[in-house]
Nanobody, 120 residues
Framework: QVQLVESGGGLVQPGGSLRLSCTAS????????MSWYRQAPGKERELVAG????????NYADSVKGRFTISRDNAKNTVYLQMNSLKPEDTAVYYC?????????????WGQGTQVTVSS
């Protein structure tokens, strides 16, 4: 079955950095775009960054442009989110997402989430 497993979250001071990882299994990872979303307490889940199947195209939320970088390693079935210059407003649970065709059905799959807390 499809699994997305995130790691790398934690507590960091403002201005610090973290790198999140998401390892996928159960589908042809290299054939699909991947995305990172986040959800802060009391807020809607929002798209943070996306990357095309071979990594040639990326997109970012305006709030993270210039600070976050999404990348992928198709040999390792892993997508990354490098987060620099972190701000308290980046505090959220971060989720990995993909929407592959599996068993004739295409739907959204989500990881379990990893908590990122930016605080002094």
């Amino acid at each position: 079955q499809v699994q997305l497993v995130e790691s790398g979250g934690g507590l960091v001071q403002p201005g610090g950095s973290l790198r999140l990882s998401c390892t996928a299994s159960g589908f042809a990872f290299s054939a699909y775009a991947m995305s990172w979303y986040r959800q802060a307490p009391g807020k809607e889940r929002e798209l943070v960054a996306g990357i095309s199947s071979i990594g040639g195209s990326t997109n970012y939320a305006d709030s993270v442009k210039g600070r976050f970088t999404i990348s992928r390693d198709n040999a390792k079935n892993t997508v990354y989110l490098q987060m620099n210059s972190l701000k308290p407003e980046d505090t959220a649970v971060y989720y990995c997402n993909s929407r592959p065709w599996v068993g004739g059905v295409r739907k959204d799959y989500w990881g379990q989430g990893t908590q990122v807390t930016v605080s002094s």
